[in-house]
């Protein structure tokens, strides 16, 4: 048995997260088929977010948020996402955007004060847009096709075009990549979303995440003052703040634990005929063999995983010493929560047999979401190839074996 949130919560921010998500989840979960269905952007439940100090929750105590680390803000999204994955995914990158900031400290301090505040008072939504059309995830390499050229004034003027720009409808300020002109480098600009020349084109029409709002944005000679730069572009996976990344496998794994847990449920209730000869006319779907094996083969995957990622993000949040070292493992992560994902939702399927394929139960769904999964960074290629020359060059300089990090090294 998957064990429960008592098992995870430690910290007082800890529970405080996951109880605000706990409010919302079974709220939310209500209504994503809904949206589900019709493609649009759910703006109640994050008006109800923003009620809920749920937005404000990366933002650092100092600066008036609820200052969630990486374990915390974990242990909220998932529970989020058993309500509703489209949701909890779009909030996270939000969240991702803010907590690695609040890390990193690499924005001019005026601009994070600011930008923070908005959070905490207003609820302002803000996102990075990096993956374009022509280029795919910045994630792979290569200089955006998104410009910014400088003005004798100092200002910039951006020409490009976005993809995936999650949370599109209720952005205030897009973080836009962008390539110098006339140079080899990129930048981060902020760009609000009253700015003139800036656009949004509704393309999203996706098998899976559906209610994302991830639409094309166009930036059309947007002029933007001095201060709109906020820092070069760097790979975005870095050392300092790599942990961050958990908070996509997390709501992968919210999404699974709620297909297992509907499973479960329609099993138990669900009775069918027994066969002639049967002491009994019916029985729970539950009593069968291959039913059990099914509900047990889901907890045996749910149960490395969540301790993988939970142990994980607590390890990021309370060795900082180590991180350099969990750079790996953190992406390993992804690809290893999503693959268990995959595999819970389809043996939840097969509980359910034909039935699952209907859209009145949400399996579908589920089956739809966690599909997503593959194409969100880090890419699994990617991380098989970085684990491989990780390996390659222990093995160069005679450490072969996984080396142990930080304090209590031998040698």
Known sequence: MTPGPWYFGRTAADWEAYERADELADRFAATAAEYDRSGTFPFAHFDALREHGYLALTVPAAYGGLGAGVHATVFAQERLARGDGATALAVGWHLYVVGKQADSRTWPEPVRRRLFGEVVSEGALLNACASEPETGSPSRGGLPRTTARRLADGSWVLRGHKSFTTLAPVLRYFLVSATLEGTEEAAWFLVPRESEGLRIEETWDSLAMRATGSHDLWLDDVHL???????????????????????????????????????????????????????????????????????????????????????????????????????????????????????????????????????????????????????????????????????????????????????????
Request: charged share 25%.
């Open 225 to 411: 003052p001095a201060e709109a730069l906020l820092e070069p572009a760097r790979e975005r996976n870095n050392a300092a703040t790599a942990g961050w990344n958990l908070h996509v496998p997390a709501v992968y794994l919210g999404i699974a634990q709620a297909a297992r847990d509907f499973a479960v449920r329609y099993a138990v209730e669900r009775r069918t005929v027994n066969p002639p000869g049967h002491p009994e006319a019916t029985s729970a779907l539950a009593d069968r063999p291959h039913v059990q094996r099914l509900i047990g083969e889901m907890d045996l995957a749910l149960l490395p995983a969540r301790i993988t990622l939970m142990d994980l993000a607590r390890q990021w949040d309370e060795r900082p010493e180590w991180r350099p070292h969990l750079v790996d493992a953190v992406a390993a992560c992804k690809p290893f929560v999503v693959e268990t994902a995959l595999a819970v939702v389809d043996r939840a399927m097969r509980v359910a047999g034909g039935a699952s394929l209907a859209r009145q139960l949400p399996l579908e769904r589920y089956y739809r979401d966690v599909r997503a999964g593959l194409h969100n960074p880090p890419m699994e290629d990617v991380v098989l190839s970085n684990l491989a020359r990780s390996a390659i060059a222990r093995a160069r300089s005679g450490r072969a074996g996984v080396e142990p990090a930080g304090e209590g090294r031998q040698g």
